[in-house]
């Protein structure tokens, strides 16, 4: 069976479980041919599911860099 | 691709971002799957598509047109509960400013009002205009927006950032942690300095491109209703999923309580793929009034909080060879993507520079944040590079169209870039195009310019029910949404096809998260992840069948095959698939006898065939391209451009409704139009409020501004079914863009190209009359 | 205030506050739904009712002032058939009876999402109740004050030039 | 939208009266509530423009009078022609013989916004509706003319602003009628409650120096019952650019009314519109034409005299082009060349 596997290229384990982009609801394939036209790229628009907004419950603004367990933000889990 | 040789990009490496490493996958699982798997077709799918389709490939109408055109397909905006109330937002006036006091009493006594949430507290700072404070339910509309109008608020108000210039300025204030801005890692490949020496002509320039909302007509919203502590709620969403999920978290309630139906939704585009913060508002103050909410948001709060498209600009230096070949390209991007989102866009786009480097830079202001809006990216990438594709051309003095051919990357089945240039370009009479600049007299210029697209759209993981009822009813259940690409419509094709009747013969009931699971609707992998599942499921479903048929038949199940509203059955052996190799190969027509489908059904007796399937390896795929060129008329003494004729060539894998596919690309185009000539989110650059939160100065194209669009579609069927929601709307833009300056012999570098922009360009390039 | 409407050949007596527009209190009140607020400020034509034989915004009307007049939305083209039902199941429209303009509509696909479509039909069901031969030019003029976010101008235009047998108004 | 008291006028008396201070509950003084923009009665007739402007509370009255009882005949008077104030804009612009003789108000009627506004909308609601700038009609932005201390377009988004006029406050003239009835040399007839009396059109708009809370002479227990026109002289025309070929604001527009002697230019009437913050009559290009034959060359003088004393803004001098361009077009056009 095809069932989907858990993980993302952009968003994973040792990431807050809050954190959110719409690939993780579209769970489209990723395409390998995708950077022969053009380098790697992050236009990812992200948000936090507890706040269902783009900026976390400290107010701050919501990304992988930042929404991880053991950085600065006391929202993360 | 071609394995001969290497791709363009073989030797493009990853940036070093960290979120881009990927670490080791698979131990625990987060609450939401998301996938990685090969994307490689597979082999043999236990049910194929079928080689030679009654009804996959064919025009049908869709199922949901007769409730749409009488006005009776509810959306969630007209959704309508016994004692329902309305619910209104309470929203920041200010872009960036720290409250000092907030008195909701009298809001609280006001005539109507049932509940009043406030979640924001004095020395509490929000950072964009609309940021949501509160929201409040009342008997009526009018209510709830008087008792809005009495909560006071007292503000300090704090400097905006409006535009990217003064976000970006050394003396800027410090509005975000920790910067205002937050620069990548630069990617690089090859030798930039060997690229440039070898360069006969350099083109340097500035590119940009506006921040676009994405104004779909439904604005985002929901009606919430509880029983006890379980929730329905009818939202406006691209995965009704993903909103049950995003109920429960936001909530802390089991997902188990949450339902979520959108059975018809006015467009999203990209914007709509949880309950947001105004879902969780709707529910929060029915719950507290222990009523339904309706709490939809008007246009200017769309425009303001419902996510748009971040603005992008370029910086470029880029080099070509005598010979036509790209030698160099040397980038720092910026763009902004509102209050703490990012803007990044692919770059260069498409087209082969060996040597290369790019930096991105993501820009802060106070303003709404982006969301995926359709082809997230890719707009601002190819207008930025096919601009400069045309200007580097007119250095060597080639035609931009052969320039293209001649540095595209490798061809294969997703990148056919450079067969479908030359078809295009017989439609728009290419031939008829002159040298830049439009050497006719009189005040109209006609140009031609020609753009190129690509897009992933691969899906996978939806699942469906399916259920056989001895009336002969077919019912195909789906936790899918139809946001108005004619998802439905061609559900039932395949779910027909397959069983052998016609679509009116199936039902599908889509749109509801007690449905199986399926995917959000983004990505243009809808078609991709819900056909293959149809397939498989309706394929299951007759297989069960069969296998019910077969002992009252006296037949091997191997002799039960469907016709044409029929179910068949011959003596000899044949492939299970009426379609199939099988069914091509055998010649004689025996003593095989026809059973209505009627009939057939009727052997099911009480017990109805109920099966599950799910998507299957093999009858999907993703990576489409395409071209477009467009023609257009300028009239240099107002600088109005009139886009007269856009033709687009565009593949998407295997065509299942020929129009329904077309009118993706129709409206693909129109939005690409759009962004070319219309428009643009205005933020009063003192205040970072939006000028034009309406539809009408956020000017839109309406039926005088739309041209003659011709598309051709090509159909690749051996590569499955691939969405086609987003490819058509990338590309057009940048055809616009070099059409114009075909017209007009001026370089517009910036869109959208309004009048005022175009003719500073004729001024400066020697005045307009 | 008491308020009596006529529409789609019905009277419906009801109070509204003087300050609620007609499309509000069809939307609202009498569950007529097929009009749409998009834009509530007469640019976008989702709202788009006839009265009289003109093409209104109905966001852009008090309901107190529609009294007296012939009100027709996108509901009264097509009778429910009974047989079917207006239910919420796709395909559960009565097939075959619709408007001429409704079914040229489908036929020529100037739907996507479906939420401007009422109003476009609307302003297609006027310009041929007065002008049945409209040229492409004249089609498009009058359905100016439409807007469609989905992109279905090919398609609207389409139907609008090929719906025949609208009876002249 | 504030919650107001309706009332049905039957006819032009009762609609005065209901608009008139004494009438109103609050016994507020007119000019009073006239200068802080908000008089507590006014009259709605098509209501599109005013119903925008209460839901986005720019205007917030405590009633409301229709005055959809006006007259709204379009009919042959004196030689010329007169207007109910209630006629609708569609058909103003589909009537035969405004067609036929001033082409210029016909054009202007025609483009006004969409088919559902000009059903909807009157002769008398588009001369007197108020300004489309977008900080006027954003509540966040308290602006002069809201009696606030300053006009955001002077800094700000000034692209659909205007070009002349010495402010204080830039807006553009949003009424496209009123053009081309200035060009034709016309006049309001305005009920009050002292009587009727008629008002020159040219004289009948004001510039915020002058006026800053509304745009016209007009006072708020007085309406517009007609537009008059004298007969036209034997050559007029009207031109507008506007961006969007469906529905738009005019960038900018010209309305030409020409008195001909044989084929030369007697006199002539130039105005403009969506340039100023009233519609913009230009003596010196009508100065222009006067005595010449029509010719591409004399119209682009003309146009250029036109706006010779433009003054733009940050972010709107593209506009003298357009306008130039509206000029010199109407003209050709009015000539037949």
């Known amino acids: 069976m095809d069932t989907p596997k858990p993980s993302s290229p952009l968003v994973n384990e040792h990431h807050c479980n809050n954190l959110r982009h719409k690939g993780m609801y579209v769970m489209s394939v990723p395409d390998p041919d995708e950077f022969k036209f053009y380098d790697r790229y992050d236009a990812t628009a992200y948000w936090c599911t507890c706040t269902q907004k783009a900026l976390g419950p400290d107010g701050l603004s919501v990304h992988p860099t930042t929404c991880k367990p053991g950085g600065q933000r006391g929202c993360c889990e | 691709m071609d394995s001969r040789a290497p791709g363009p990009g073989a030797g493009r490496r990853a940036p070093e971002n960290a979120h881009d490493r990927i670490p080791d996958p698979g131990s625990r699982s987060p609450q939401v799957a998301e996938v990685q798997a090969p994307a490689r077709p597979p082999q043999h799918p236990k049910y194929p598509w079928p080689e030679k389709p009654r009804l996959i490939g064919t025009r049908i109408s869709r199922l949901d047109g007769p409730l749409k055109v009488s006005g009776r397909a509810k959306y969630s905006y007209d959704i309508a509960r016994p004692g329902m109330l309305y619910g209104r937002i309470l929203r920041s006036p200010h872009a960036h400013a720290r409250l000092k006091s907030i008195d909701a009493a009298a809001a609280e006594k006001a ?81 930039l300095a060997a690229g440039f020496t070898a360069a006969a002509h350099i083109v340097e320039g500035t590119y940009s491109t506006q921040v676009q909302t994405h104004t779909s007509l439904e604005t985002h919203g929901s009606v919430c209703e509880w029983n006890g502590d ?68 008007d246009r200017k709060e769309e425009h303001l909080v419902t996510g748009n498209r971040p603005s992008a600009f370029a910086r470029v230096r880029a080099g070509v060879a005598a010979d036509g070949k790209l030698t160099a390209f040397d980038a720092q991007t910026w763009g902004t993507g509102g209050a703490g989102a990012g803007s990044d866009y692919p770059l260069p786009y498409i087209y082969t520079f060996p040597n290369r480097r790019r930096t991105h830079t993501d820009v802060y202001i106070n303003a709404g944040q982006q969301r995926a809006m359709r082809a997230p990216g890719h707009p601002q990438g190819c207008f930025v590079t096919e601009v400069l594709m045309d200007e580097l051309a007119d250095r060597i003095r080639m035609d931009p169209m052969e320039f293209r051919i001649r540095n595209l990357p490798a061809p294969g089945p997703n990148a056919m870039w450079a067969k479908y240039f030359p078809m295009g370009a017989e439609r728009i009479n290419w031939k008829s195009r002159h040298v830049t600049g439009d050497p006719a007299p009189g005040p109209i210029k006609r140009g031609l310019g020609c753009s190129a697209n690509r897009w992933g759209g691969a899906g996978q993981g939806a699942r469906a029910h399916c259920e056989i009822t001895a009336d002969g009813s077919v019912v195909m259940r789906c936790g899918t949404q139809d946001i108005g690409t004619g998802n439905r419509t061609i559900m039932a094709m395949v779910v027909a ?21 399926a995917p959000g609707s983004g990505g243009s992998t809808t078609a991709a992840a819900v056909m293959p599942a149809m397939r498989v499921t309706a394929g299951k479903a007759r297989d069960a069948l069969f296998e019910r048929m077969a002992p009252q038949l006296g037949v091997p199940i191997e002799q039960i095959s469907i016709g044409v509203g029929t179910v ?202 | 205030m008491p308020v009596t409407l006529t529409i789609n050949g019905q009277r419906h007596q009801l109070r509204v506050e003087p300050r609620v527009t007609l499309l509000d209190a069809m939307r609202t009140r009498l569950d007529i739904t097929g009009p749409k607020r998009v834009c509530d400020r007469g640019a976008c034509g989702a709202c788009t009712v006839i009265i009289d034989g003109r093409t209104y915004y109905s966001c852009s009307m008090l309901a107190v002032e529609a009294q007296g007049r012939n009100i027709r939305t996108v509901e009264g083209l097509t009778p429910i058939d009974s047989a079917t039902g207006a239910t919420s199941r796709a395909g559960g429209v009565a097939q075959g009876k619709l408007h001429p303009v409704q079914q040229a509509f489908c036929d020529h696909d100037g739907l996507m999402c479906g939420f401007c479509t009422p109003g476009f039909v609307m302003s297609t069901v006027a310009l041929l109740e007065k002008n049945p031969n409209p040229t492409a030019e004249q089609a498009k003029r009058a359905l100016d004050g439409n807007l469609c976010r989905c992109g279905t101008n090919i398609g609207v235009l389409k139907a609008a030039l090929s719906a025949k047998g609208v009876v002249r108004g | ?196 009396r008629d008002i020159d059109a040219g004289e009948f708009f004001q510039m915020p120096n002058t006026n800053l809370y509304g745009e016209s002479v007009l006072q708020p227990n007085e309406i517009i019952t007609h537009v008059i026109l004298p007969a036209p002289g034997q050559r007029s025309a009207g031109y507008e650019v506007r961006f969007k070929q469906s529905h738009d604001w005019p960038l900018a527009m010209a309305s030409v009314n020409l008195v001909m002697s044989g084929p030369t230019v007697k006199s002539a009437r130039i105005v403009m519109g969506a340039v100023a913050p009233v519609p913009w009559r230009v003596p010196a290009a009508e100065r222009v034409l006067a005595g010449k034959t029509i010719t591409e060359a004399v119209a682009v003088e003309a146009a250029t005299a036109a706006l010779a004393g433009a003054k733009p803004m940050s972010g709107n001098a593209y506009k003298i082009q357009i306008a130039k361009t509206a000029v010199k077009r109407a003209i050709l056009k009015a000539a037949g060349a």
């Open chain 2, 497 to 517: 096809e397959t069983l052998g009747l016609e679509v009116s013969q199936v039902t599908i009931e889509i749109g509801d998260s007690n449905h199986p699971f």
């Open chain 2, 568 to 769: 068949v059955v011959s003596p000899s052996t044949r492939d299970s698939l009426p379609d199939g190799p099988a069914a091509a190969r055998s010649g004689q027509p025996p003593a095989s006898r026809s059973i209505s489908w009627r009939d057939a059904c009727r052997l099911l007796g009480t017990v109805p065939v109920s099966v599950d399937g799910q998507w299957e390896r093999g009858l999907s795929a993703g990576g489409t391209s395409g071209v477009q060129f467009a023609e257009v008329e300028v009239d240099i003494e107002t600088g109005i451009t009139k886009v007269k004729k856009i033709v687009c060539v565009q593949d998407c894998g295997l065509i299942v409704d020929l129009k329904t596919a077309e009118t993706q690309c129709y409206g693909g185009i129109i939005s690409g139009l759009n962004y070319a000539v219309f428009e643009e989110r205005i933020l009063d650059r003192n205040t970072a409020n939006m000028v034009n939160p309406n539809m009408e100065w956020y000017h839109m194209a309406g039926p005088s501004d739309i041209p003659e669009i011709d598309v051709v579609l090509v159909d690749q069927p051996e590569r499955g079914v691939i969405g086609i929601g987003e490819p058509p709307a990338v590309a057009t833009a940048a055809a616009v863009a070099n059409a114009i300056r075909n017209a007009t012999g001026v370089t517009l570098r910036s869109i959208p190209i309004t009048p005022d922009k175009l003719l500073a360009e004729l001024q400066r390039a020697g005045g307009t009359n």
């Open chain 2, 111 to 191: 005539p109507g009002v049932k509940a009043l949430l406030i979640t924001i507290k004095p020395g509490d700072k929000i950072l964009y205009p609309g940021e949501e404070i509160g929201a409040l339910a009342a008997a009526t509309e009018q209510q709830a927006a008087d008792a809005l109008r009495l909560i006071k608020l007292e503000w300090d108000v704090l400097p905006a950032l409006a535009t990217v210039e003064q976000a970006m300025r050394p003396e800027a204030p410090q509005v975000f942690t920790p910067a205002n801005t937050r620069r990548g890692t630069a990617q690089e490949d090859g030798d």
């Open chain 2, 230 to 297: 379980n929730l329905t709620a009818w939202v406006s969403t691209q995965a009704v999923h993903g909103t049950r999920e995003g109920f429960a978290a936001g909530l802390k309630i089991p997902q188990a309580n949450v339902r979520v139906i959108t059975e018809f939704m006015g467009g999203g585009f990209g914007s709509k793929f949880g309950p947001d913060i105004q879902g969780l508002l709707c529910a929060r103050v029915a719950k507290a009034a222990n009523a339904p909410v309706k709490m939809m948001l």
């Open chain 4, 1 to 196: 939208m504030k919650a107001f008291a309706y009332v049905n006028a039957a006819n032009e008396k009762e609609a005065i009266a209901a608009l008139s201070p004494s009438a109103r509950a609050g016994q507020r003084d007119a000019l009073t509530a006239a200068r802080s923009g908000q008089p507590s009665s006014v009259p709605i007739s098509g209501g599109m423009d005013l119903l925008g402007l209460m839901k986005d509370y720019i205007v917030s009255p405590d009633r409301v009078v229709s005055i959809k009882g006006l007259d709204q005949s379009i009919a042959g008077a004196d030689g010329g022609l007169r207007v109910g104030a209630a006629a609708k804009l569609a058909d103003l612009a589909e009537h035969a013989q405004v067609r036929k003789l001033y082409p210029a108000l016909a054009t202007a009627a025609d483009s006004v916004g969409t088919p559902q506004i000009r059903n909807m909308g009157t002769v008398g609601g588009n001369i007197m509706q108020r300004p489309r700038c977008w900080y006027f009609r954003n509540e966040e932005f308290n602006c002069l003319k809201k009696g606030g201390s300053r006009c955001f377009a002077v800094e700000g988004e000034n692209q659909f602003h205007a070009i002349f006029g010495d402010g204080p406050c830039h807006i553009v003239h949003p009424s496209s009628l009123a053009v081309p009835v200035i060009a034709y040399g016309g006049r309001f007839r305005v009920a009050g409650p002292n009587g009727s």
